[in-house]
């Protein structure tokens, strides 16, 4: 930590943290890989009075690692501002026991959780974020209409940009590949595909996120090889704006007039895109974010 001009301070942090004994679902009733169904006469689960039986447990782990910078600069002139900026890692073997938009947070192959280990479904490798409030510098002397319009002006804002989050592809949950059953947890079968080339592509598109070409089904009664959380989604971009006016019309009364941008520049957003081996639209994106969004506001305060 240091001061660097008068009323500012920069910071430079490193983080870690580790998690041991994070609760995570496995189901324990899973039969073997078979290009048969599972349940009798075909293949036996190790309980045959139960379909699968999903046991909650604590036994998941997770490392993070992260550099952070943060910059402060104190009101000075009537401007204040907070920038920080985090690069970082989150890796683990389950980072939950619901589904996620990206990952089903449960286990392909229940007995072998090993395999499971890849990013964290929250991981986003860098993100910045700048805040900033700002008392515009018009004056006008005396209390006539002219300086009633001019006095009072202030601005705020606050600007976010992030990396993506990652995803996992899958088979689409009607595809029980590995002949293991479905869970009532996570996508339904869980299955993954092979990978079979490089999954990225340099300039992905909305139409083609990732290389669709880089996956395959497997062998019937078998798993997928493709890890957890390979691929990243699109980042997000967004910036917030507000300009408030201010008249006083004497100690206790003030009307305050509020004009609010949220996504200011309307920028798209782009939700995460298809991740389904065997869905028509997979590995197109068909969703995105709020669009810009202007509100105004007057509030007399007293």
């Known amino acids: 930590e240091r001061e660097i001009f008068s009323g500012s301070v920069l910071e430079v942090a490193y983080v870690g943290s580790k998690g041991t004994k994070l609760l995570t679902a496995r189901d324990i009733n899973q039969p073997q890989p078979s290009v048969l169904p599972p349940g009798l006469p075909f293949v036996p689960r190790p309980d045959q009075r139960f ?33 920080s900026y985090t690069w970082s890692r989150s890796i683990d073997d389950a ?5 996620s938009a990206g990952d089903p947070n449960f286990p392909q192959n229940s007995y072998n959780v090993a395999a499971e280990r890849g990013l964290s479904n929250f991981d986003v490798r860098h993100r910045m974020s700048l805040s900033y409030s700002y008392a515009l510098p018009f004056r006008k002397p005396g209390d006539g209409l002219v300086a009633s319009l001019v006095n009072g002006w202030e601005t705020f804002g ?16 009607e595809i029980d590949n590995s002949g293991t059953g479905r869970s009532i947890l996570g996508f339904g079968a869980n299955d993954r595909p092979n990978l079979v080339g490089n999954p990225e592509l340099s300039n992905p598109t909305t139409l083609q996120w990732f290389n669709t070409a880089a996956f395959a089904f497997p062998a019937p009664g078998t798993f997928g090889n ?10 997000f971009q967004n910036v917030n704006m507000s300009i408030l006016k201010n008249t006083r019309f004497n100690e206790r009364v003030n009307l305050q007039f509020r004009a609010e941008a949220f996504n200011l ?6 939700n995460l895109p298809d991740n389904f081996l065997g ?22 305060l007293f």
């Open 51 to 83: 379909d699968d039986i999903d046991l909650l447990e604590s036994r998941a782990n997770s490392n993070y690692n992260a550099l952070q910078v943060r910059y402060q600069q104190r009101l000075t002139r009537g401007f204040s501002a907070l920038a």
């Open 95 to 99: 980072s939950n026991f619901f589904t």
């Open 158 to 173: 606050i600007v976010t940009l992030q990396s993506g989050r990652p995803f996992t592809v899958a088979l689409l949950s």
């Open 226 to 235: 493709a890890g957890r959380n390979i691929l990243e989604g699109p980042g």
């Open 265 to 270: 520049f309307n920028h798209p957003n782009f």
């Open 279 to 300: 869905s028509p639209t997979f590995g197109r994106i068909t969703s995105s974010r709020d669009p810009r969004h202007i509100q105004f506001g007057l509030k007399l």
